[in-house]
Every structure is written in structure tokens, then in C-alpha cells.
């Protein structure tokens, strides 16, 4: 079984001393790194059950946010 690239890196720098303390000060910043990267990776995985093409279960296009200009 091999380790993620990410998990990999955190180990690396665990192992220093200056390591330790960088994570020690960013920790925070690295958890949420570390989640919003697991959150885009899952969203980015197919839809399980969904069907090939998705002509017929496509949503509906969005209409587009308001930008607050008047035209």
C-alpha cells in the first residue's frame, strides 16, 4: 500500500527538527489545506450510479450570479 504524496511530505517534515517547528506554527494551515484538498479530490470522483453521458440527469444550467453592475 502505498502513501499519498501529501502524507509523504508531512513525514518528511516531521522528521527535522526545523520541520517540527514550521509545522508546529502552521498546523492550522495545514489541516485545512490538507481537508479542502480530500474535499476537491472527492468531488472531482464520479458519481457512483450515475449514468454514462448524463444527457437526461444533467441539472439545469444556473443562471449566472449578479454582479452588482447595472447595464
Known amino acids: 500500500m502505498s502513501l499519498s504524496r501529501l502524507s509523504t511530505l508531512l513525514g518528511g517534515l516531521l522528521l527535522s527538527r526545523r520541520g517540527r517547528s514550521l509545522a508546529a506554527r502552521h ?21 457512483q450510479g450515475a449514468p454514462p453521458g448524463g444527457g437526461a440527469a444533467r441539472a439545469p444550467h444556473r443562471r449566472q450570479r449578479w454582479s452588482g453592475r447595472r447595464r
Not at 27 to 38: V, Y
Request: no cysteine; glycine share 4%; proline share 5%.
Open 27 to 47: 498546523a492550522g494551515k495545514i489541516a485545512l489545506a490538507t481537508l479542502a484538498w480530500r474535499l476537491w479530490k472527492s468531488r472531482r470522483a464520479p458519481i
